[in-house]
């Protein structure tokens, strides 16, 4: 049976499909806005379907990307120099793939004494790509619920923050940037101690609001996470202050913010997914208690 | 069924250049919005009922991976399909110029769509992104229109290859949904 024939007035058909397909769209976005579990399973399965392909798509342009980098220089070369400068170019690859070797591993163990640093609770995860919209600041990593991610987690580099987990997947997840109009983290100026809001503000930019006009904030001032804003750990780099804009009236004052990250190069980020406290505060703890519990067996 | 699916493996593959080839670019500005072309390649040349379901599958892929978490392209989307499909037979579309002018259109249509959702939906903060729209709009919506003639051929000659020639003819009348 054909679908026209189901309804009434077959004139109105498509006018009727059009307003259909429309309130679907509006009950969708309904959905989405309440965060309700049917949007959330259905965006989890087409998920997985569809990230492989941008995982896969990821490594092939940076496998190319590397020998474009490696060759294309060498092919205005003249043919007597051919056999030197293919023995050359072998060179330059192997020193190259030495290069990147070295440098991922430099970035590895650079994570990884931050993640000892910072939390034991930590899981590195790869950027597989980036938002679709120009609008929305986002990127999507490899890891997902399977791994213990959840929404709402921290992400973050040696540098600094890098944005909150948004939607997730059984194996992917999407990062909201801190840089995307949507986001918002509680942080404290490192020298002055003042309170501000850190929002994003697109283009690699972001901006400190409610910063009282009566604290003093100067070009170059780092601005450090306040520990507040729920799974972000204390002291973590937000960014650098660029402007300050007093000129306004009214108690507070505004400022420019760089991220101390460049989230236009974003490779490998970490989520914390586990408790914020710093490894070192939580040894002491340990410590603590320790002679505590020997104490009362005592 | 065959050019459904086809359509939604492209809308995919489209999609996975978006995030990933076009942005590994060094000028971002300018990166063209290739699901925009092929929702507007629909409202061309697809049938009202299976060419907005596709428009809404489009939309709400571009959502699934979008930093918005409102579902704004789920919406959008088809709205963009059936304004294709309602200006389609004004203007006569088989020449370079007047596809990017109508692409050209469309992208600053589905930019100020957005705009105007996001403020009805979230008004605080709308206001940082105003000057998005020159920065970003203007220059991503002329680059979608530049290249969206030989994208336009490319999903042509890929139909062509494809399937045979009366099932692209039903598809291009829209009489079958």
Same mark, same amino acid.
């Given at each position: 049976m054909r679908i026209r024939s189901l309804f009434l007035f077959r004139k109105y058909t498509i006018s009727a499909f059009i307003i259909v397909l429309l309130l679907s769209a509006l009950i969708v976005m309904s959905l989405r806005v309440k965060q309700r579990k049917g949007v959330d399973y259905f965006d989890a399965l087409l998920m997985e379907f569809c990230a492989p392909f941008q995982k896969a798509s990821t490594f092939v342009i940076k496998g190319i990307r590397g020998v474009f980098q490696e060759y294309f220089f060498l092919f205005h070369l003249q043919k007597e120099n051919i056999m030197l400068k293919q023995r050359m170019a072998e060179l330059q690859k192997e020193n190259q793939q030495m290069k990147e070797t070295s440098l991922a591993n430099e970035r590895l163990q650079k994570l990884l004494q931050f993640r000892e640093k910072i939390s034991p609770t930590v899981i590195a995860a790869e950027v597989i790509g980036q938002d679709p919209s120009s609008w929305f600041k986002s990127v999507t990593i490899d890891k997902g619920e399977k791994d213990g991610v959840r929404k709402g987690m921290a992400v973050i580099a040696p540098e600094g923050v890098i944005g909150q987990i948004l939607k997730t997947a059984p194996h992917y997840s999407t990062v909201l940037l801190i840089t995307d109009y949507n986001s918002a983290i509680d942080s404290i100026i490192r020298r002055s101690r003042a309170k501000a809001v850190v929002e994003g503000k697109g283009e690699n930019r972001c901006q400190l609001k409610y910063l009282l006009r009566t604290e003093e904030v100067v070009v170059g001032d780092m601005v450090v996470t @306040? &520990?507040? @804003? &729920?799974n972000f750990p204390k002291g973590l780099m937000v960014g650098e202050v660029r402007e300050v804009d007093r000129k306004g009236h009214g108690v507070f004052q505004y400022a420019e913010l760089v991220p101390s990250v460049d989230l236009t190069k974003l490779e490998e980020v970490l989520v914390i997914t586990g408790s914020s406290i710093p490894l070192s505060e939580r040894r002491e703890k340990k410590e603590r208690k320790i002679p505590e519990k020997g104490a009362k067996k005592k | 069924m065959r050019r459904v699916v086809f359509t939604l493996l492209l809308g995919i593959l489209f999609l996975t250049l978006q995030v990933t080839l076009l942005t590994s670019f060094p000028f971002r500005r300018i990166r063209p919005d290739l699901i925009l072309i092929l929702v507007l390649y629909l409202g061309l040349f697809y049938p009202p009922i299976s060419g907005g379901l596709l428009a809404l599958f489009m939309g709400f892929l571009m959502d699934l991976f979008s930093g918005n978490g409102f579902g704004l392209y789920t919406l959008s989307s088809p709205f963009i399909f059936y304004g294709a499909r309602f200006f389609k037979g004004r203007f006569y579309l088989e020449s370079f110029t007047s596809q990017f002018l109508f692409v050209f259109t469309f992208g600053l249509v589905e930019g100020l769509l957005i705009l105007i959702l996001l403020s009805a939906l979230n008004p605080g903060p709308v206001d940082k992104l105003y000057p998005l729209l020159f920065t970003f709009l203007l220059p991503q919506s002329l680059f979608t229109g530049l290249i969206t003639p030989i994208l336009f051929f490319l999903i042509r000659k890929g139909f062509f290859s494809l399937f045979n020639h009366q099932e692209i003819g039903v598809m291009e009348r829209g009489n079958r949904s």
């Amino acid at each position: 049976m054909r679908i026209r024939s189901l309804f009434l007035f077959r004139k109105y058909t498509i006018s009727a499909f059009i307003i259909v397909l429309l309130l679907s769209a509006l009950i969708v976005m309904s959905l989405r806005v309440k965060q309700r579990k049917g949007v959330d399973y259905f965006d989890a399965l087409l998920m997985e379907f569809c990230a492989p392909f941008q995982k896969a798509s990821t490594f092939v342009i940076k496998g190319i990307r590397g020998v474009f980098q490696e060759y294309f220089f060498l092919f205005h070369l003249q043919k007597e120099n051919i056999m030197l400068k293919q023995r050359m170019a072998e060179l330059q690859k192997e020193n190259q793939q030495m290069k990147e070797t070295s440098l991922a591993n430099e970035r590895l163990q650079k994570l990884l004494q931050f993640r000892e640093k910072i939390s034991p609770t930590v899981i590195a995860a790869e950027v597989i790509g980036q938002d679709p919209s120009s609008w929305f600041k986002s990127v999507t990593i490899d890891k997902g619920e399977k791994d213990g991610v959840r929404k709402g987690m921290a992400v973050i580099a040696p540098e600094g923050v890098i944005g909150q987990i948004l939607k997730t997947a059984p194996h992917y997840s999407t990062v909201l940037l801190i840089t995307d109009y949507n986001s918002a983290i509680d942080s404290i100026i490192r020298r002055s101690r003042a309170k501000a809001v850190v929002e994003g503000k697109g283009e690699n930019r972001c901006q400190l609001k409610y910063l009282l006009r009566t604290e003093e904030v100067v070009v170059g001032d780092m601005v450090v996470t @306040s &520990g507040l @804003s &729920g799974n972000f750990p204390k002291g973590l780099m937000v960014g650098e202050v660029r402007e300050v804009d007093r000129k306004g009236h009214g108690v507070f004052q505004y400022a420019e913010l760089v991220p101390s990250v460049d989230l236009t190069k974003l490779e490998e980020v970490l989520v914390i997914t586990g408790s914020s406290i710093p490894l070192s505060e939580r040894r002491e703890k340990k410590e603590r208690k320790i002679p505590e519990k020997g104490a009362k067996k005592k | 069924m065959r050019r459904v699916v086809f359509t939604l493996l492209l809308g995919i593959l489209f999609l996975t250049l978006q995030v990933t080839l076009l942005t590994s670019f060094p000028f971002r500005r300018i990166r063209p919005d290739l699901i925009l072309i092929l929702v507007l390649y629909l409202g061309l040349f697809y049938p009202p009922i299976s060419g907005g379901l596709l428009a809404l599958f489009m939309g709400f892929l571009m959502d699934l991976f979008s930093g918005n978490g409102f579902g704004l392209y789920t919406l959008s989307s088809p709205f963009i399909f059936y304004g294709a499909r309602f200006f389609k037979g004004r203007f006569y579309l088989e020449s370079f110029t007047s596809q990017f002018l109508f692409v050209f259109t469309f992208g600053l249509v589905e930019g100020l769509l957005i705009l105007i959702l996001l403020s009805a939906l979230n008004p605080g903060p709308v206001d940082k992104l105003y000057p998005l729209l020159f920065t970003f709009l203007l220059p991503q919506s002329l680059f979608t229109g530049l290249i969206t003639p030989i994208l336009f051929f490319l999903i042509r000659k890929g139909f062509f290859s494809l399937f045979n020639h009366q099932e692209i003819g039903v598809m291009e009348r829209g009489n079958r949904s």
